[in-house]
């Protein structure tokens, strides 16, 4: 599959909220995403085929020397393509560029997909949220890589 990845702009943002729409139950909004946009702590990357179409987008959020990916959406039809872990690279970069410490996450349990991945790149479980997605009522499992951690960059 052909895509490049790039910097999330304003005119990127009504695709990120149709895409958002397409991938979780409780999708943020335009405003929400213009909210984050505009922050001086957060970082969000795009998925784009040549033809402009929108495969996926990831985002964090960064005080000091953490980090704090926000969401991680990909297409259905862009799923295991490698667009993914394209943005989770990405944001590893990112996150090496200003020298975070680690890079947190939550995801559903029952997401063994998303968890497969994030363990791939080394980010380890290292918690539980108890009920902390709604539709369907779900923990999150907390996830944790540590940047002094090289050896699962990719």
């Not at 397409?22 to 909210?35: I, K, Q, R």
């Not at 944001?91 to 997401?111: D, P, Q, T, W, Y």
């Amino acid at each position: 599959m052909d895509y490049r990845i790039l910097p999330v702009t304003e005119a990127l943002l009504p695709k990120l909220k149709d895409l958002e729409a397409l991938c979780f139950s409780v999708p943020w909004t335009l405003a929400m995403f213009e909210e984050e946009l505009s922050s001086p702590h957060a970082a969000y990357f795009a998925a784009e085929n040549p033809e402009g179409a929108l495969l996926g987008y990831a985002g964090l959020q960064f005080v000091m020397d953490e980090g704090y990916v926000t969401n991680v959406a990909v297409h259905p039809a862009a799923r295991r393509k490698g667009v993914g872990s394209a943005l989770l690279r990405a944001l590893l970069a990112f996150c090496g560029e200003k020298g975070l410490s680690f890079l947190s996450l939550e995801v559903r349990e029952s997401n063994g997909a998303a968890r497969s991945l994030y363990q791939s790149f080394g980010f380890q479980a290292v918690g539980l949220r108890k009920n902390y997605y709604a539709r369907p009522r779900e923990d999150a499992l907390l996830m944790t890589k540590f940047m002094d951690d090289l050896s699962c960059q990719r």
